[in-house]
């Protein structure tokens, strides 16, 4: 159970990073663009930067993910599905034409 605690915990911090890069490049650049009178180009440059910074955040997350997940199927497997799509297909395919049966019943007049 502490595993995945601690997983959460890594996980979760992908959003406030994503946030605080955002401000950071954000207000670095109105603060910037305050000090040399660049109005609005530090700013939007800045916000760049914070997204890039944010997006290389998500994307290092994504990555660390793969890998545990990689590295828990080689250890534990790879756990059967709960439900067979194929099986469910079928199922829905098999629920539609008993729906259209009986609706083709009900439209036909009685003898």
């Not at 440059?45 to 590295?71: D, N, S």
């Not at 790879?78 to 297909?89: A, C």
């Amino acid at each position: 159970m502490s595993a995945q605690w601690k997983a959460a915990g890594s996980y979760g911090t992908i959003g406030l990073e994503l946030v605080l890069s955002l401000m950071v490049g954000l207000f670095g650049g109105r603060w910037l663009d305050g000090k040399w009178g660049t109005e609005p180009w530090l700013t939007v440059i800045g916000f760049c930067f914070g997204l890039a910074a944010g997006a290389k955040a998500i994307h290092r997350g994504w990555k660390e993910m793969q890998e545990v997940t990689a590295r828990e199927e080689r250890e534990e497997g790879n756990p059967q599905p709960r439900y067979d799509p194929d099986e469910e297909k079928a199922r829905d395919r098999d629920q539609d034409k008993d729906k259209d049966k009986d609706e083709g019943t009900q439209d036909q007049p009685p003898e």
